[in-house]
């Protein structure tokens, strides 16, 4: 079955999950379309995505960002935070009181935290999943449309999420910005925001190389407190470890963060001429209910 074919299928078993971004009443499937009773026609990509954003939207992220990204996940990069959040969601979620485990990835970028963390936690739970990606960024949801097809993707803004109420039992945001009015929209009563947020040694070696004597002091104060502010039942977890650098994967470190974009070339090419035997990946995870 082509990627086309699988897609329409997934989306007329789920078109409840949205809504029209224009009306915001239910859509159905016609043909490759999704259609609203009024008449607005959303068409699915060939690649097997369906783009439900009123606008097109420029984003500072490009194909070269989305391929650099997907190369060092697939590598490995965040493993073990795939690892401790599937384990967390296994954990909260208790079999029996759900018919499918659905997940969002709000901000899901080229797919490949929420394909990872979907994979684990379909082999760990009782249960049927769904993952389902929201990006305004089209290149990196083609992206992962085009490599992971037993998910549903789509292009969509976070300031209005064209996706029913209540549909969510887990929300991921994953060094992403936030959008908690529409998470709490979005979750099911007893569901749970995953947000992650990088901590202080978040790739250390990198910022040490660009940015010495530019770097401002580290604080996650503020983050950590709006989290709180919106969500109940706090978890917070710190994941740290180390990773070993292949000299094959220093150019696509440089092109997957934006603490590259701005940095002096000369500090680039001593970076990529000289560069760690490993890297440092320290990120905080934070797991809230609705209040």
Known sequence: MSKNNYAVNLLSQHTHIFNCPVCHCELFVDKRSLVCPHGHRFDLSKHGYI??????????????MFAARRMLSQAGLFEPLAEAIATRIVKRLE????????????GC???????RIHSLVRQNAA?????IGIDLAKEGVAFAARSYKELLWCVGDLANPPLASQQFNVILNILSPA????FHRLLCEDGIVIKVIPDRYYLRELREAL??????????????????EHFEHIEVHRV????LLEPGQVQPLLAMTPLAWRAEDSKL???AAHPPTKITVDLTVMIGSKR
């Open 51 to 64: 783009h439900l954003c009123l606008q097109a939207a420029g984003t500072k992220y490009d194909k070269s």
């Open 95 to 106: 079999p029996g009181e759900h018919d499918t485990i659905k997940i969002l990835d709000a």
């Open 109 to 115: 970028g080229e797919g490949s935290h929420l394909e």
């Open 127 to 131: 249960l049927p999943t769904l993952g």
């Open 179 to 182: 959008n908690y009015n529409a």
């Open 211 to 228: 940015w010495e004597g530019h770097q401002r002091s580290f604080n996650n104060d503020r983050t950590m407190q709006l989290f709180r």
């Open 240 to 243: 740290r470890y180390t990773y």
């Open 269 to 271: 090419n001593h970076f």
